[in-house]
């Protein structure tokens, strides 16, 4: 019996010889050989483990100059790996001998050769490229090649995940713990797999581990694989896993952003719902909650915004993201989550507060006088003359485009609610106009109160004909200031949706307002968000919804 055979503790020589004669137990012979020493050659391994996981790889190596060639050689041998928890056991050895910072060319060629020897242990490809040799032995257990594979997976994918979860409760006990440098090499060893569904739990293990270290111990390779995958639907994590990937490593969360700004500028917008579907698909509003999360994503809006002079699409998508962002922030559950002003810490705080209600928590007849307020603090900040330099103007602005959804309030109001236009009128020409001085945007504002007197002589008017509007239209074309043109269809096409004539002509006046490309898209933008807030607050009004989808229609074949 196995139980009989003495054999020296840690005998590398006589374990060699062993496996050496047993090669890849082929015949008959060496099969039998293999399992009557199976109980022995585990225990032995697992010494093996014991003493390697308090030693440094290069000292490893050094004290057992065999090593390298035993563990190469039982790999390879299907008895020894299909036994009990032998194939975890060389595992965690290999993982021992792994140099994390590698310092030589020895040192990176062993690091390859080890990742190759797990590649095989755990890719179902090298078992099925060896059918011949491993059928007998696997039959024998009552699987299919496919079968013993998806076994042998979970089982070590189990087996890890224990041991992981175990170190993370095992406090100040340092001697016990799993050394950093052996968790750094399992999630360089998961690189070839993290496609596998069975590998999810490890991932999800790895991804939420925090050993102690200072500093970051898995793989940065590790990392942005995970990303990659997760991005292209591959795979698919936890969202406690997901948002631990992106604040242990900043670039995946860079990647993850820009990532979702080109799909999201690419794609044909024909909703907010879809933009907003994304989104959340995404994980990123919700991750947000996170400030440090918050502030990069931020940050790489800012620079999408500057980058594009502040096109409609992307500031609507700043819009809708800030929106789920609080949606997200409201439904956490979290006892001490942060407070929403820590989110813009550097910014005039009255104002972030007013900002930051959103408008379904006011009555609708408060909108005006809230939009005053909010105008009444802008215009303070915007006009001292302590906001002297080009950047900060900018960052005002920037936490304006955040809340745009109450300057398209702003220009709905000014037609259908009894208001006084000053303050509404100053605040669309601050979010269209930011860079105009004083005397500019006072110009502006000359310019917009003209049309919107205009506008309002007609609201009431049931029968309209495009030429009652075609003063407005002469003044965008007349207006060299692009801003000037923005605010001023800005009014147009809510006038087109809710005055009492405008349905009327609003099929054939459209095309006045988009004969360009950048028009279309701008009209077309106003027209999405309008219908998304719409369809969110309740106020459905059957002709308005009935048009805005009509107009939607005939603009989508111009963007």
């Known amino acids: 019996m196995a139980e009989d055979i003495p054999v020296p503790t840690l005998n590398f020589e006589y374990w060699l010889d062993k496996a050496t004669k047993w090669g890849q137990a082929t015949t008959l012979e060496s099969q039998r050989d293999v399992c009557l020493h199976l109980p022995q050659l585990q225990k032995f391994l697992h010494e093996i483990y014991e003493t390697l996981k308090h030693m440094d790889s290069i000292v490893a190596i050094q004290q057992f100059p065999l090593i390298g060639q035993l563990l190469g050689r039982l790999c390879w041998n299907p ?3 299909g036994y009990d928890e032998s194939q975890k056991t060389l595992m965690w050895c290999l993982c021992c001998l792994y140099s994390s910072e590698p310092q030589n060319p020895v040192e990176l060629k062993a690091n390859s050769w080890i990742r190759s020897l797990l590649c095989h242990l755990l890719s179902s490809s090298k078992w099925e490229s060896n059918e011949a040799e491993t059928s007998t032995f696997i039959s024998t257990l009552g699987y299919t090649s496919a079968d013993y594979y998806c076994h042998l997976v979970k089982n070590m994918v189990f087996s890890l995940v224990t041991e992981l979860r175990r170190d993370q409760f095992n406090g100040l006990n340092i001697q016990g713990r799993v050394s950093a440098s052996r968790v750094n090499a399992v999630s360089l060893f998961c690189l070839p797999l993290i496609t596998l569904p069975d590998l999810t739990p490890l991932l999800e293990t790895l991804l939420l581990y925090h050993g102690g270290a200072s500093k970051e111990i898995l793989s940065s390779e590790f990392l942005e694989a995970v990303n990659e995958a997760f991005l292209k639907k591959k795979i698919s994590l936890p969202e406690t896993a997901v948002f631990s990937l992106w604040l242990r490593h900043l670039p995946s969360l860079e990647k993850a952003t820009l990532y979702l700004l080109d799909q999201l500028v690419s794609m044909q917008l024909n909703s907010l719902e879809e933009v907003a579907c994304v989104m959340k698909d995404s994980l990123l509003p919700q991750a947000a909650s996170h400030p440090a999360i918050f502030r990069i994503v931020n940050e790489i809006f800012k620079n999408a915004l500057l980058e594009t002079d502040g096109t409609p699409e992307v500031r609507t998508i700043i819009q809708v993201f800030t929106q789920l962002f609080l949606q997200a922030h409201q ?31 006011l009555p609708a007849t408060h909108w005006s006088a809230h939009l005053k307020h909010i105008s009444d603090m802008l215009k303070a900040l915007v ?42 009128l100053w605040l669309l020409a601050f979010y269209y106009c930011p860079q105009n001085e004083n005397q500019q945007r006072t110009q502006t504002m000359v310019e917009a109160k003209a049309v919107y007197n205009h506008l309002m002589m007609l609201f009431n008017c049931i029968v309209l004909s495009v030429k009652d509007l075609e003063a407005a239209v002469h003044s965008i074309a007349d207006t060299e200031r692009c801003c000037n043109q923005h605010l001023i269809t800005h009014l147009l096409t809510n006038f087109l949706l809710f005055s009492s004539g405008g349905h009327t002509i609003a099929q ?22 309008t219908a998304y807030r719409i369809n969110h607050n309740g106020e459905k009004t059957k002709r308005t919804v009935k048009l805005l989808n009509e107009l939607l229609k005939k603009l989508a074949p111009k963007v």
Request: with cysteine; glycine share 2%; charged share 25%.
């Open 331 to 361: 439904n956490e559950n979290k006892q001490h989550k942060f407070p929403l002003k820590a989110y813009f810490p550097y910014h005039h705080q009255p104002l972030v507060t007013a900002l930051l209600r959103r408008p379904f928590e």
């Open 383 to 424: 006009e001292d003359t302590n906001i002297s330099s080009a950047a900060d103007l900018f960052e005002i602005w920037f936490l304006v485009v955040h809340f745009g959804e109450w300057m398209d309030i702003a220009a709905e109001q000014l037609l259908k609610a009894a208001v006084e236009p000053d303050a509404l």
């Open 79 to 81: 008895f020894v790996i």
């Open 508 to 529: 054939e006046f459209i095309y006045y307002i988009t004969e360009t490309a950048d028009s279309s898209k701008e009209v077309c933008s106003l027209l999405i968000r």
